[in-house]
């Protein structure tokens, strides 16, 4: 009998309607096709949020439309740990990922051989089922897939070092060399106000930056607090843009910019892995290119006491 992991969050992040929900993410593919996103058979990475529908469900589709789903065998889906504390990965304990719109099984061969190396944990069944990094992104799988048979390899990435990034990225080298895998960064770009301890505001992306307390006043000379914020998500946008050209000097360009800034990406580190995985795969990225398509913010903030997530949609070809 499989262990088949059920939509927790269906009902309440999105709805459990398998009609409501087609038709949802039929008008957001929509829109991304009528701004020209369309699915190419060179992508090889996703960038998709993973918040509720309601605040970022249209990005996501601006990432997974320039997917051609078909071609693929799998989708590796590396994503946060937002429940529990892990100083490394860990994968997923069931044998497939049931959706509003069909199941999507587990590859267990994936699973089974990255098991085999010992650097990955296993989650709990309660631990998977209160994460929300992967369920986000099945819907737009399944929608994609129809009746193509992929199966998904969803990795909790831990709270982990640069050094332990490299470590990572080394076990995934061999699959950005497969033509058969797909990989998915399921990350939320930066969580901005008091809620989430991160306040950081700058007057303009070349002018230093620092904490905003709740009583500061911001120069109406200088950006709003949400073009701050916007400026500091583009930032990294531009250090990631460079991922094939140079993914280790890359890699260490945006571990300097989180020390620097301190943006709350919540994916940073599957970034990291991603971008160590690519320079360990030894392989001649010309030709390729990583592309964003959309942003968006869940509100704009412009005082201290606003709060605000954003949410960032890309690919890189190759």
Known sequence: MQNIREPTHAGAWYTDNSIKLNKQLQHWFDDAISDGIHNNSRSKVIIAPHAGLSFSGRTAAYAYSAANISQYKRIIILGPSHHVYLKSCALSPFDAY??????????????????????????????????????????????????????????????ISHEREVEYGKYFAKYINDPETLFAISSD???????????????SRDEPGGRL?????????????????????????DILSGALKDPKETHESFTKYLSE???????????????????????DYTGGS??????????????????SVSYSAGYMTM
């Open 98 to 159: 049931d959706t509003p719109l069909g199941t999507l099984s587990i590859d267990k061969e994936i699973n089974d051989e990255l098991s085999s190396t010992k650097a990955f944990k296993r989650m709990s069944n309660v631990t998977d089922e209160d994460e929300h990094s992967f369920e986000m992104h099945t819907p737009f799988i399944k929608k994609l897939a129809n009746e193509h048979d992929i199966k998904i390899v969803p990795i909790l990435v831990g709270n």
């Open 189 to 203: 770009f930066s969580h901005w106000g008091s809620r989430f301890r991160y306040t950081y505001y700058r007057p």
């Open 213 to 237: 307390d709740k009583f500061d006043d911001v120069d109406e000379t200088g950006d709003a607090i949400h073009e701050s914020i916007s400026g500091l998500d583009h930032e990294a946008w």
């Open 261 to 283: 800034t301190g943006n709350t990406i919540c994916g940073r580190h599957a970034f990291g892995i991603l971008l160590s995985a690519l320079h360990h795969a030894n392989r």
């Open 290 to 307: 990583v592309k964003w398509t959309h942003y968006a913010q869940s509100s704009k903030a412009f005082s201290p006491t606003d709060s």
